[in-house]
């Protein structure tokens, strides 16, 4: 699994699925407060090949005429990820179920309103038509309708072939 934790955006991204975390204590990523030297920007690390490294904050000088300084990349291993930075994926992992679930809620939710909407379409539709009944498959039976479509002209089409080889054989016209 590939482990990002982005400090400066709050948000811990696992095997591309990125979940914000603005309730976790992000100062823990700050180091010593008095100096700017150890202030975290990022985590990079992978299970599988238990590698990884921490970015830290570019550091900002005061004086226009030199230049920003970005200290080097730590390299850290598993044993250092568990230590310092493994605890974030307890909450990592609560926040996307819960992200999960509201998002499937909400596609169900979606549904719902689609197939009310379309029930609500069909029958104005159906009271502008006096009364006269017209038939609407549910969405959960049009694959099966489609199926039942291509057997049906499967049949028709073989139907014809024969019917165009009995003409041969008899004289008939094409």
């Not at 599988?48 to 490294?53: E, I, L, N, R």
């Not at 300084?69 to 493994?86: C, Q, S, T, V």
């Not at 169900?108 to 502008?128: D, F, G, I, M, N």
Request: aromatic share 6%; proline share 5%.
């Amino acid at each position: 699994m590939q482990i990002t934790i982005v400090v400066e955006d709050k948000t811990v991204i696992c095997d591309g699925v990125a979940v914000p975390l603005p309730d976790v204590d992000w100062s823990v990523f700050d180091g010593d407060p008095s100096t700017k030297w150890d202030d975290v920007a990022a985590v990079q690390y992978n299970t599988d090949s238990k590698q990884g490294h921490v970015e830290y904050r570019t550091i900002v000088t005061s004086n226009a005429m030199r230049p920003n300084i970005r200290p080097g990349d730590m390299p850290i291993d598993e044993a250092h990820f568990n230590g310092a930075f493994g605890w974030i994926l307890e909450p990592y992992t609560q926040a996307r179920d819960a992200q999960v679930r509201r998002e499937r809620e909400a596609a169900e939710a979606a549904k719902q309103a689609s197939v009310k909407a379309s029930a609500a379409a069909l029958e104005t539709y159906r009271a502008t038509k006096g009364g006269v009944p017209v038939e609407a498959a549910p969405l959960e039976d049009v694959d099966e309708l489609k199926a039942k479509l291509a057997e049906l002209e499967r049949q028709v089409s073989a139907q014809q072939e024969s019917f165009r080889r009995l003409d041969q054989i008899t004289g008939g016209e094409e």
